[in-house]
């Protein structure tokens, strides 16, 4: 199996613009976890996925702030306006079981100048 | 609420010597704890996946250890090299905290040649 797979690996935008970030999970696993890791606060759960349905979405930020999950295979966090405090990088992880071991994509590095 | 604290922050060792990372938490009511590795701009990589019911678990040069009731874990790496370079993170998935992993700060290690 590939792992899981974010894109794009990198994204620079300006402020006010439209971010989207994109996941596709471990084949089989049916969890599906978005983080942010910065240097103030380190790692954050920002929003998990059971069977595509969003279960606790506690730790999004704001309204500003969306996450999605059409199908088994694919994800996407949107911020929508971006602001440069929303820099950081964005990794998605994947389960079997929402207590399993949790594997990572390779995270996404979200500039907003 | 669960906290997770891991000493030193930062750690340099010359190459083949055995070393410690320490990671403890507040509350022993615990499911699991994961061990990580991230190297520079890179994703997390699953090292090691400790039960609440285990005590430890050995991969390769690395052993990891659980004492629940004292709040401790501690990731053991024999005869280190430099490629073992790194930033080591535990996380630790809490009984009442539904499929939510509590990540430590990480220890950054360093093994020089």
């Known amino acids: 199996d590939a792992g899981v797979i974010q894109s794009p690996r990198h994204e620079v935008t300006e402020m006010g613009q439209e971010v989207t970030l994109r996941c596709k999970p471990i084949?089989?696993?049916?969890?599906l976890f978005w983080y942010r890791q910065t240097m103030m606060r380190g790692l954050e759960l920002l929003i998990y996925f059971n069977n595509n349905v969003p279960i606790d979405d506690s730790g999004m930020p704001e309204d500003r702030f969306s996450a999605k999950m059409p199908n088994a295979s694919f994800s996407t966090l949107k911020i929508q306006p971006s602001e440069p405090r929303d820099s950081a990088v964005y990794f998605c992880?994947?389960?079997?079981?929402?207590?399993?071991?949790?594997?990572f994509g390779p995270g996404t590095r979200l500039t907003v100048l | 609420k669960q906290e997770v604290t891991q000493i030193p922050a930062a750690l340099s060792v010359p190459e083949g010597e055995n070393l410690v990372l320490n990671c403890s938490f507040t509350?022993?009511?615990?499911?699991?704890l994961q061990w990580f590795r991230q190297d520079p701009g890179k994703g997390l990589t699953s090292l090691l996946l400790?039960?609440?019911?285990?005590r430890e678990q050995t991969s390769g040069r690395l052993n990891a250890s659980l004492d629940k009731s004292s709040g401790r874990s501690t990731l053991y790496i024999a005869a280190s090299q430099p490629g073992d370079s790194a930033t080591y993170l535990c996380a630790v998935l809490s009984n009442n905290a539904g499929n939510m992993l509590t990540f430590g700060g990480g220890t950054r290690l360093m093994v020089k040649p």
């Open positions: 509350d022993s009511a615990i499911y699991n």
């Open positions: 992880a994947s389960s079997m079981g929402g207590r399993g071991e949790q594997f």
């Open positions: 084949s089989g696993h049916d969890y």
């Open positions: 400790i039960q609440s019911s285990q």
